[in-house]
């Protein structure tokens, strides 16, 4: 397998494909590349919206922007659900929606049978 000498469907340059690369993307699945690697770059970087850069942890970006404060990465309203405790039979709200195909408790009954929140401060692993 020799170098090939590929064309850029973006910027219309001459760019190499490697021996090497074309053995990874014919490892991995992928087919030949249409853009060069400068425009591969410039894509990704405008797919990614700034959050990430180049990969998780070369730009610092990540969830920077959290609801707020310029840019990027914002969490949906949570929406709550009413349903009936399945322990104590009170009414109370879920910050989720029950698929049915398990009990669902209010907090105090969920706290009582050993639930843990994300929050705990014990987490055993």
Not at 62 to 77: A, D, H, K, L, T
């Amino acid at each position: 397998m020799a170098d090939k000498i590929l064309q850029c469907r973006d910027c219309g340059t001459s760019y190499t494909f490697t021996e090497g690369e074309q053995a990874f993307y014919q490892q991995k699945g992928y087919s030949e590349p249409m853009r060069c690697p400068s425009c591969r770059a410039a894509k990704k970087a405008s797919r990614n919206g700034g959050g990430y850069n180049d990969s998780y942890g070369n730009g610092g970006g990540g969830y920077s922007s959290y609801n707020g404060g310029g840019g990027g990465y914002s969490r949906p309203e949570r929406t709550m659900t009413q349903v009936t405790c399945a322990n104590c039979g009170k009414d109370t709200e879920v910050p989720f929606v029950p698929r049915g195909d398990k009990p669902v408790y209010c907090s105090d009954c969920f706290s009582q049978m050993g639930g843990r929140s994300g929050g705990s401060s014990n987490n055993r692993y």
